[in-house]
Structure formats: structure tokens, C-alpha cells
């Protein structure tokens, strides 16, 4: 359960920020008094490099993740070779912390090293399991696509709208959703809906008000 809710928010995470940056960029050109092509063009080249960069990041880091686990999983290892009554020492200590007496924490940890002696470790030591063990990959396809499902709203609101409306329907899409996403991050986390709702609003409003002011800086005149 918690794991699922942890790529439910990392999923909400990564829309709010392809909704974001994706309409403040589509209003920036907008604002800019550019044409439909070119705010069409500014806004997919937003939502492909955000996906990409995104997915990257993503990457690289859990893949470091990974890394860690490896060379703490390949000295456990070797620590069980080398030196097994410390091991089980060490792990029925865990479980006397856990509130198990000495006796059956010392016993229940020759038990399950007998079975399964590095999973052991990994689960109760490390923090190691099959739910939670780093996978770079799915973890960087996940975060371009949770990216992508956000970015793709302003994208099709300014397709679907003439030039000299894209900022005002961009604008509504885009807020409209990120109150949606705010309200269910907030429900999936188990919190009151409306306070992240309207935070996320107001951020989103910052950051397009900004950008539509620097178009409108540094655009052409129509």
C-alpha cells in the first residue's frame, strides 16, 4: 500500500510539473504575440525535453541507488562468510528492539538466516526488498510518462484555441488541473484537499503571470 501511494505522488508530482512549466512556457511565447505555429512548436519542444530531462534525472539517480544497494547486498555477503555468529547477533538485536525477548529474538534469527540468510539482512538490516529495490529503468519511463500526461493538457488546450486566446484557455486548462492534481496528492497522502488545492493554484498563477510578462518584455509587436 504505502508503496503504491509513493508512485501515486511521484505520479502527481511529475504531471504538476509537466502542467507547469509546460503552459508557463506555451504563455511566454503566447504573450510574446508569436504565431500559432510557434507557440505549437515551443509548446511540444517543452513537453519532449521536459519528458526527456525528466526521465534522465530520474535515471541517473536511482541508478545510484541501485549502485549503493549493490555494494551494501555484496558486503553483507561477505560479512555472512566471514563471520556468521555476528551476523545473527546483529540481526537478533534488531529484533529485540522490535520488542522481542533475547531468547526468541536470538532463536527467530537463526531461523531466518537458515532460510534465507541475505534476504534477511537486506529486508530487516538494509531496508532491501523486492518492493523497494531500485530500478532505473521503469523508474525513468515512469517519471517521462507522468511528465508527458501533464504536459500534453496545455499542448492540446493551445492547439484547440486561436492565437490570440491561447493565454486564456492554456491558463484555465492548466489551473483547472493542477487543482485536480493538488486535490488528489492531498487525498492520496491521507491531508484536507482545498489548502494544497489552492497552493498549487497560486503558485501556477505566479509562474504564468511571470512568464506572460517577460513575452509581453520581449515580443513583437503585433
Same mark, same amino acid.
Given at each position: 500500500?504505502?508503496?503504491?501511494?509513493?508512485?501515486?505522488?511521484?505520479?502527481?508530482?511529475?504531471?504538476?510539473?509537466?502542467?507547469?512549466?509546460?503552459?508557463? +512556457?506555451?504563455?511566454?511565447?503566447?504573450?510574446?504575440?508569436?504565431?500559432?505555429?510557434?507557440?505549437?512548436?515551443?509548446?511540444?519542444?517543452?513537453?519532449?525535453?521536459?519528458?526527456?530531462?525528466?526521465?534522465?534525472?530520474?535515471?541517473?539517480?536511482?541508478?545510484?541507488?541501485?549502485?549503493?544497494?549493490?555494494?551494501?547486498? !555484496?558486503?553483507?555477503?561477505?560479512?555472512?562468510?566471514?563471520?556468521?555468529?555476528?551476523? *545473527?547477533?546483529?540481526?537478533?538485536?534488531?529484533?529485540?528492539?522490535?520488542?522481542?525477548?533475547?531468547?526468541?529474538?536470538?532463536? *527467530?534469527?537463526?531461523?531466518?538466516?537458515?532460510?534465507?540468510?541475505?534476504?534477511?539482512?537486506?529486508?530487516?538490516?538494509?531496508?532491501?526488498?523486492?518492493? !523497494?529495490?531500485?530500478?532505473? *529503468?521503469?523508474?525513468?519511463?515512469?517519471?517521462?510518462?507522468?511528465?508527458?500526461?501533464?504536459?500534453?493538457?496545455?499542448?492540446?488546450?493551445?492547439?484547440?484555441?486561436?492565437?490570440?486566446?491561447?493565454?486564456?484557455?492554456?491558463?484555465?486548462?492548466? +489551473?483547472?488541473?493542477?487543482?485536480?492534481?493538488?486535490? &488528489?496528492?492531498?487525498?492520496?497522502?491521507?491531508?484536507?484537499?482545498?489548502?494544497?488545492?489552492?497552493? &498549487?493554484?497560486?503558485?501556477? *498563477?505566479?509562474?504564468?503571470?511571470? !512568464?506572460?510578462?517577460?513575452?509581453?518584455?520581449?515580443?513583437?509587436?503585433?
Amino acid at each position: 500500500m504505502s508503496s503504491r501511494l509513493g508512485w501515486l505522488r511521484a505520479a502527481v508530482l511529475g504531471a504538476n510539473d509537466g502542467i507547469l512549466s509546460t503552459s508557463s +512556457l506555451i504563455i511566454g511565447v503566447a504573450s510574446a504575440h508569436a504565431t500559432q505555429e510557434s507557440i505549437l512548436l515551443a509548446g511540444i519542444s517543452s513537453l519532449v525535453a521536459g519528458a526527456m530531462s525528466m526521465a534522465a534525472g530520474e535515471y541517473v539517480s536511482v541508478s545510484s541507488q541501485a549502485d549503493s544497494e549493490k555494494a551494501d547486498l !555484496t558486503r553483507e555477503k561477505k560479512e555472512l562468510h566471514s563471520s556468521w555468529d555476528a551476523e *545473527v547477533s546483529e540481526l537478533a538485536s534488531i529484533y529485540r528492539q522490535r520488542g522481542l525477548d533475547d531468547t526468541l529474538a536470538h532463536e *527467530v534469527a537463526l531461523q531466518l538466516m537458515q532460510h534465507d540468510a541475505l534476504g534477511t539482512h537486506a529486508r530487516d538490516e538494509l531496508g532491501i526488498s523486492e518492493a !523497494t529495490a531500485a530500478r532505473p *529503468v521503469q523508474a525513468a519511463f515512469a517519471s517521462a510518462a507522468a511528465f508527458s500526461s501533464g504536459a500534453i493538457l496545455p499542448v492540446l488546450a493551445a492547439l484547440m484555441s486561436p492565437a490570440n486566446v491561447v493565454s486564456w484557455s492554456v491558463s484555465a486548462v492548466s +489551473l483547472a488541473s493542477l487543482a485536480v492534481l493538488g486535490v &488528489v496528492g492531498a487525498q492520496a497522502g491521507g491531508a484536507s484537499p482545498w489548502r494544497p488545492a489552492l497552493r &498549487v493554484i497560486f503558485w501556477g *498563477v505566479v509562474a504564468m503571470t511571470i !512568464t506572460a510578462g517577460i513575452g509581453k518584455m520581449f515580443g513583437v509587436q503585433a
